[in-house]
């Protein structure tokens, strides 16, 4: 759910059909993506960008610009649109190890108090204003304050955005206890550790504002003692040093980070466990992260959802964003309004939160006008960073943006509110326990309540990685010895009993059902047909990765497997023709349509089909290459890459097929002669194309060039479904706001303010519109209420500060915040009005 800052085939033919049949029926028939190449090149600069598109050699440019210069640029320009995005941001990463790096060094951010302190520091609004050039808004918290929890949360949100306003003075103090506690001394200005200038190293972003970023916490710095070392690197330059390295090294205190939301987040309970714990990613950084015990099992059950209402939620969630501010393993700094410039004749699925570089449909939806066919090129700033690889590959947006053209998934989520759509998946059942606070929007999904939810005894539970068998629940509860995993499978169940004996029980249990036909339609690029044994290879990964008697074992998969088995209770497999499978677990969320376990062969960096994972599987188990780059530096071999470089010749040494990973289990699931029809087809694909990526999607990977930054995509033409599928998906309706009212108010008599929403222009239907809340702040800046505004027409709520209310107020300013939370997009928007109370 997060990163850092991402077809010649054919084109005669489809010429031929375009000028030879009318428009309608030439688009009836189309199928997968109404384009045939896809050209994607790197472009650091996005003045360069603008340029280019301009002149068109690029037809879209998918980086977000938050320069107002180069935004003025593309709205002045009539061969030019764009798409508003407001899921990107800007933080802090700092390293946790010390407080003593293994040079000697001292690191003064390995404590969390140092870190809180930076808080204070920073000013915020000179950052959004003067660095971004308003294009941005002050952050301080791991919330997006264009997704729905800031608007859930404002209250919380902003008692503690006055808590961490810009300090210096605040700010300093703290520092120097922390640093006098240390051992350091001020000597003439500057802070010195054993008789050396302490000197912080920032890694700083060439691309983008994270320049003047990291100049401007240089400046701060060394303007209360400290010495400074400004690396400027790019992306692909910095991320051996602070994504790959052991954090202990000491090559960096602190990183310009930025990241992007992939998509609109509706639920970001979990980024406090992607942010400040190991579970975040299998990286050295991450698993140095050692939060304290009560915030680590906080985010952990966050993570999983692990509360029983919407109240209960708020107070896990306000508690965990307190210890999120003391702990401060990343400071935030500003959320990003941003425009994705393209063509004006061109039109692309564009997410509200990422833009075209998240979309999960933009290669669903990519088109030049009413064309069929054709090619267009697209900017990013960067592409081909890390090596691709599906179990632990590169996470950049950069990267996962072509990765996604080349996968197709169970389910897929709307660009504008987030919510899950059913795409290779048929249709979903979810039952949840009665009183849960989950609701249903989608008609793919049917949502039922239940007094008791039981699991199959039969379900799996569990894997054996020694003796490579499934374990099942009956199996599971007979069991005498105490397992690896035990303590984590057994730390939480609840039991029940059906007609066999005892069993557990689980608050939901999610069904998925595939059409007939799966089999059929969907082929992986290679050629080969989707089978069952693909679905089965990743539940069977989901196990085996974390467990120590593995061939596999990676030592950085342990933090999370864990958590999915606190919350998992069971995987069953109802019928393979068609696949139907039911999920069981604690874990559930607001909305249903994101709990459907879908089990589609589409990992965490990529599209994995069962014999090119085998290909990975048999370096890795022969310590020739591993799929995370924190195993790869561990074991000092290369990070796997499917797409280029060395581990290519490693891993196409087993495309004899002579590598059969959980070849007992799988085989059981594989049609007769699978494995050699496979890996025939895996070897041409690989004489062919010099590469061994292999997806399911609308296109598929013709070449990667990472030394030029060039990806090379074509249109698969065995792509099942009509290009006109995912045609829904126009303009986001978000909500403009404006609140008027009296600006002099007597205290003590009622006060009545309207809010006028609209969308273009015309009212906002109520129907469109879940609430309107509001904040009031008295002339002190506190919060001394928070309401809920009153349904009068559409486009028009009024707020009623009724006569008791205004008589606590005091004479002077005081100002009401506004937020509204339409249904049909999932960002919210702000208005502020003030007044002034009298006596």
């Known amino acids: 759910m997060f990163a850092d800052r991402r077809c010649f085939l054919g084109f005669a033919l489809a010429l031929a059909v375009f000028l030879s049949l009318p428009l309608g029926l030439a688009a009836e028939e189309r199928m997968g993506a109404w384009v045939d190449e896809v050209t994607m090149v790197k472009e650091p600069s996005t003045a360069t960008a603008i340029s280019r598109l301009l002149v068109g050699e690029l037809d879209i440019y998918s980086d977000g610009i938050a320069n107002p210069e180069d935004f003025q640029r593309i709205l002045e320009s009539p061969d030019l649109t764009h798409s508003m995005a407001y899921g990107l941001y800007n933080e802090l990463t700092f390293n946790p ?87 350091a001394v001020k000597i003439d200005g ?41 690396d400027y690197k790019t992306g692909a330059e910095a991320s051996p040093i602070w994504m790959s390295a052991d954090p202990a090294e000491g090559l960096f205190h602190v990183y310009t980070g930025a990241w992007i939301t992939t998509l609109v987040s509706r639920d970001q309970a979990g980024n406090f466990a992607f942010f400040y714990t190991d579970l975040g990613l299998a990286t050295p950084l991450w ?76 290669a669903l939806t990519l088109r030049r006008n009413e064309e069929i066919g054709g090619s267009v090129n697209i900017g990013l700033m960067n592409v081909l960073v890390d090596p691709w690889n599906p179990l632990g590959g590169s996470n950049w947006s950069f990267d996962q943006m072509p990765i996604r053209a080349t996968r197709d998934v169970g389910a897929v989520p709307d660009p504008f509110t987030g919510l899950y759509h059913a795409q290779r998946a048929e249709r979903g059942e979810l039952t949840v326990k009665e009183g849960l606070p989950v609701d249903v929007t989608l008609d793919w999904v049917d949502l039922e309540f239940a007094e008791e939810i039981l699991v199959p005894r039969d379900a799996w539970i569990d894997w054996d990685a020694a003796e490579q068998t499934f374990i099942t629940i009956e199996e599971k509860l007979e069991q005498d010895t105490v397992s690896f995993l035990d303590e984590a499978l057994t730390k939480e169940w609840n039991f029940g009993r059906d007609e066999d004996g005892p069993t557990l029980t689980a608050n939901r249990k999610s069904v998925v059902y595939y059409p007939e036909d799966l089999f059929d339609v969907v082929k992986w690029h290679d050629g080969s047909p989707l089978s069952m044994a693909d679905i089965v290879m990743g539940i069977i990964l989901g196990f085996d990765r974390g467990q120590p008697e593995s061939a596999y074992f990676d030592e950085a998969v342990v933090s999370s497997l864990r958590s999915y088995l606190n919350s998992m209770r069971g995987i069953r497999i109802v019928s393979t023709d068609p696949v139907i ?20 062969p589409s990992y965490a960096y990529g599209p994995g089909a069962w014999h090119t994972l085998a290909l990975g599987l048999g370096a890795e188990a ?40 959980y070849e007992d289990v799988l085989s059981q699931y594989m049609a007769e002669g699978e494995v050699e029809e496979r890996f025939e087809n895996l070897r041409s694909w690989y004489e062919d194309k010099g590469h061994l990526w292999v997806g399911t999607g609308p296109f598929y990977l013709e070449r990667g060039y990472p030394v030029e930054g060039i990806v090379h995509l074509k249109r698969n033409p065995d792509f ?74 559409d486009g028009l709520w009024q707020i009623v500060l009724p006569d008791e209310l205004t008589g606590t107020l005091g004479v002077g300013a005081n100002r009401i915040e506004v937020i509204a939370a339409p249904i049909v997009v999932s960002i919210p928007s702000f208005a502020t009005v003030t007044f002034v109370t009298v006596e």
């Open 97 to 183: 190890v010390g407080p003593v790096w293994d040079n000697g060094e001292l690191n003064p951010f390995a404590l969390k108090a140092v870190r809180q302190a930076l808080n204070w520091l920073l000013d915020r609004d000179y950052i959004a204003e003067e660095i971004f050039g308003g294009m941005a808004v002050p952050k301080y918290m791991p919330l997006t304050s264009a997704f729905p929890d800031y608007a859930r949360l404002a209250d919380v949100a902003r008692k503690l955005e006055l808590e961490y306003a810009h300090d210096p003075v605040r700010a300093e103090a703290a520092i120097e206890a922390e640093m006098e506690a240390l051992g």
């Open 190 to 230: 500057t802070w010195h550790y054993n008789d050396e200038p302490v000197v912080i190293k920032i890694l700083a972003r060439v691309e983008d504002e994270r320049v003047e970023i990291a100049d401007y916490l240089g400046d701060l710095l060394q303007g209360i003692g400290f010495e400074i070392e400004t």
């Open 287 to 362: 698993q140095a992260y050692d939060p304290t015990e009560e915030f680590y099992d906080l985010a952990d059950r966050l993570d999983r959802n692990v509360f029983s209402t919407m109240d209960e939620r708020r107070d896990m969630m306000a508690q965990a964003l307190e210890l999120a501010m003391e702990d401060s393993q990343r400071v935030w700094l500003v959320d990003q309004v941003s425009a994705f410039p393209r063509a004006a004749d061109i039109s692309v699925a564009a997410d509200l939160a990422a833009g075209t570089t998240g979309a999960w449909l933009w």
């Open 581 to 600: 499978i039911e999920f069981y677990s604690e874990l559930y969320g607001l909305d249903a349509e994101q709990y459907i376990a879908t089990f589609f």
């Open 622 to 661: 022969n310590e020739e290459a591993a799929f995370s780059s924190s195993k790869a530096g561990q074991l000092e071999v290369e990070w796997i890459s499917y797409v280029a470089g060395p581990t290519l010749d490693i891993l196409a040494q087993y495309l004899d097929g002579s590598y059969i990973p």
């Open 720 to 793: 099942p479904d009509p290009a006109d599928k995912w045609a829904i998906f126009d303009e986001p309706m978000v909500a403009e706001l404006d609140a008027y009212g009296p600006g002099r108010v007597t205290i003590g008599t009622e006060a009545v303010f309207d809010v006028h929403v609209s969308f273009d222009d015309e009212p906002y239907a109520l129907e469109h519109m879940d609430e309107i809340k509001y904040l009031l702040f008295d002339s002190a800046a506190e919060i001394v209420h928070v309401g809920t505004a009153e349904p009068v027409e």
